[in-house]
């Protein structure tokens, strides 16, 4: 399996499975079909409300003994509402007990924005933090201490910028291994793809395939497609693949860890198989040269009226 490795040598395989959307009830098979068909790489959150069914689905495949625990590499990330430092670390703990696992290999800060405990989702001012009451810093703080207890065995950040990963490395124990955010031709973020690669940052791209099944109403009505794009259809012509999988392999080929979320057999599958198709630099060039540009998750759930963040906050100028 064709994996990116990190400063100590531990390999993260470079395709994995996203569970972002993926239902209560969908999930729980999805995640065996992956494992069965050879994924070694999930990507969750506590967000996304389902990472009970992920354990379960877990522990199905140790106990029918499909693979074993250090075969796996899993991810989860933190929410908003436990970026307070006495908050992270009983946070992540939920998160694993749903998981039912020991250890996460990968725990990431979801989002560079703050509410108040057990707020899902902030709507009014009260129910924001600022960075004033709690810096970025301080929620790393709490990510170094689940390292050091033995927790996490790598910890990273997702939708930060450069502005805010200078931050965290300015004054932190251990920079951040990890920055996952949206990437594909619409959005190759090669300014920020340079800057984490020249501090030891890998990189995983979300929304691969353009998240086409966002709930109607965080979606423009205007929105580019990736999966019917003239340039991607003619590539997996040439390749005899499917646009989604010249969408995976365009990460694969830039050493990006890619997470397509499936709960389709075939689909998960087909995703997985990506990783043998071979992007040339003439395949690579066109796909730089789409000539559309394009963030679909743009963050703006986080930045109502009564926000104290700025869309300006979150992306690079
Ligand atoms: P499904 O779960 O029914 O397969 P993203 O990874 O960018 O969030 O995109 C997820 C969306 O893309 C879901 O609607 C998912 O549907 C769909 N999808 C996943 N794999 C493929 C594929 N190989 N071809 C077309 N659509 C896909």
């Known amino acids: 399996m064709k994996s990116i490795t990190f400063s100590n040598g531990d390999k993260m395989p470079v395709v994995g499975l996203g569970t972002w959307k993926s239902k209560p009830g969908e999930v729980y098979q999805a995640v ?5 068909s050879g994924y070694r790489h999930i990507d969750c959150a506590a967000i996304y409300e389902n990472e009970k069914e992920v ?32 908050d992270v670390v ?9 998981l039912r696992l020991e250890y996460l290999d990968l725990y990431l800060i979801h989002w560079p924005v703050s509410f108040k405990q057990g707020v899902s989702f902030a709507q009014t001012r009260e ?5 004033r009451d709690v810096p970025l810093v301080q929620t790393w703080e709490g990510m170094e201490e689940a390292k050091m207890m033995g927790l996490v065995k790598h910890i990273g950040v997702s939708n930060f910028n450069i502005a805010k ?40 791209a979300y929304s691969p395939l353009g998240s086409g099944d966002r709930a109607a109403s965080s979606k423009k009505s205007n929105e580019p497609s990736l999966l019917d794009n003239n340039i991607v259809k003619e590539l997996a012509s040439k390749h005899m693949a499917s646009p989604a999988q010249i969408l995976i392999s365009y990460s694969v080929q830039r050493n990006i860890a890619v997470i397509p979320k499936s709960v389709n057999r075939e689909r998960i599958i087909q995703n997985l198989a990506s ?7 003439s395949d690579m060039e066109k796909l730089a040269n789409i000539g559309i540009a394009y963030r679909f998750i743009d963050g703006s759930f986080f930045t109502g009226a009564q926000s104290p963040y700025k869309l300006t906050d979150l992306w690079e100028k």
């Open 165 to 204: 990963l200078e931050e965290v490395i300015k004054s932190c124990q251990f920079g951040p291994e990890m920055n996952q955010v949206e990437m594909h031709p619409f959005l190759p973020q090669d300014k920020l793809v340079n800057f984490c690669k020249a501090n030891g940052i890998l990189m995983t």
């Open 55 to 86: 354990g379960n689905a877990l522990q199905k495949a140790f106990n029918d003994g499909l693979v074993k625990r250090e075969e796996l590499f899993i991810t989860s990330k933190l929410w908003n509402s436990n970026h307070r430092l006495d």
């Open 127 to 131: 129910e924001f933090f600022t960075y």
């Open 90 to 98: 009983p946070a992540l703990k939920k998160t694993l007990k749903d």
């Open 32 to 36: 065996l079909w992956a494992i069965e």
């Open 275 to 281: 990783i043998e198709i071979n992007l040339d630099e």
